[in-house]
DNA sequence: GCAAATCCGAGTGATGCGGTCGGAATGGAA
DNA sequence: TTCCATTCCGACCGCATCACTCGGATTTGC
């Protein structure tokens, strides 16, 4: 249950262009600047995120990159995908595809059932939501709760 | 967001237990064959499990593993944190300890909720859940949406 | 004392993570 | 047409983790 440095990446990076102005694209130096990112790794990952249709791109001196789409119809899960594939997968399947037999034959479920609410949180939260500041107020409550600031 | 093998047979390894008969402790060996699981590492993690408190052994023929508290008061959680350490990890980190500037401060939040939606999977399901075949409803109610097997 | 089991730590091959690097292609401006 | 800023692309690289294995040492029951 590890989001990598690199799915982290992509998203600040995503959230980055969504504030920038719409009319000119965005250099990697400056989104890697302002997000503290690696600028060599975060090209990477923009060329990932291209090829996935999330971002555009132009080349030459004012060049750089912006979203492909309007920020409030991007999704997380969508930057996650593009970059790290299935959002959740057990020993490297997706859990619809793993089979149990015998007294852990409800395991299955259980892995489907916490997709699901991963989903939850992943697919609604857009782009736009995160660099707006207003995540959406069942997000939001999932935070609200004390507990769940709580190490355990 | 990736269960490991390790997690998956820990999980398994305890559901298989809790199909014993509490009386007398079950062997590495029946385990291992009953969920398919290469032995000595599943003795890796079986020794894991007895030092977080999970299970308990006893040494010497007629020795074994057996739950160390009623399966119906453990949960999937505790197991998994006994062989991974924290549910989820955002770059190495707990989503509590993590710091965003800029534009993507709410993204911390984000990560709060997720863990907070994945805990409510995995704090609610018992092993004696899954090993009796029936899962909280509220989890069931998860799995019963059919967009939750679909890939996307 | 013997045999059956757990205990324990070290080791191992493959894979993925978190980047870096060197150029090639592209486009705008002079 | 010639710069030069920028993206594009693939190769590479060190390190850690993953998924195991192995060889004994220790405990226990008979």
Redesign the pocket.
Known sequence: M?V????D?AVRAVVELAGSSQGS??????VATAQN?????L??I??QL??SGVVR?????????WLAQPADELSLAQVIRAV?GPLVGV??QRPEEIEYSGSAEQLQQVWIALRANLRKVLEEVTVADVAGGKLPKDVLALTNAEEAWQTR
Chains 1, 2 share one sequence.
């Open positions: 590890h990598t440095a690199k799915a990446y694209p965005r250099k990697v130096d400056d990112i690696p600028v060599s790794f090209e990477n923009l060329t291209r090829s791109s132009q080349r030459g001196p004012e060049g750089g990159y790290e020993r490297g």
